[in-house]
């Protein structure tokens, strides 16, 4: 990966993971990824650019062709990082509420015992 800080730009780690789950075309982006059009367009050449994915034509079915997002082996190591650090915090930030609920029970409790 050239840029190291792609992944801190708006909607990139959302993109990639979207695009890790499997082959997405920009309309199936748009929903979930809370950027504008404009952005996530500028995301996906950019993630291309890196090498996390790449854009093909999708010639099957009996429709035009579409253009379809698929993730390359970097773009999977990378997402796989990003699942495990989303992991992590999220388990950081419930070790800090039950430490906050616990400090907040005990308070109360302290404060039964001086009435």
């Known amino acids: 990966m050239e840029n190291p800080k792609f992944l801190k730009r708006r909607g990139a780690p959302a993109i990639l ?7 997405r ?5 748009q929903d979930p990824i809370a950027v504008s059009p404009n952005t996530l367009s500028k995301r996906l ?5 890196e090498g996390l994915w790449e854009e ?7 429709g035009p062709s579409r253009r379809v997002y698929t993730i ?7 997402a796989e990082i990003v699942r495990e650090l989303e992991v992590m915090e999220l388990t ?4 800090e509420m039950e430490a906050e609920r616990e400090r907040r029970l005990s308070e109360a409790q302290d404060r039964q015992l001086s009435v």
């Open 56 to 62: 093909r034509l999708d010639k099957s079915g009996d």
């Open 45 to 49: 050449r950019e993630g291309e650019s």
């Open 72 to 78: 390359l082996p970097t773009g999977e190591k990378l």
């Open 17 to 23: 993971l979207e695009i890790a789950d499997g082959d």
């Open 92 to 95: 950081e930030e419930l070790r």
């Open 25 to 29: 075309q920009f309309s199936d982006l």
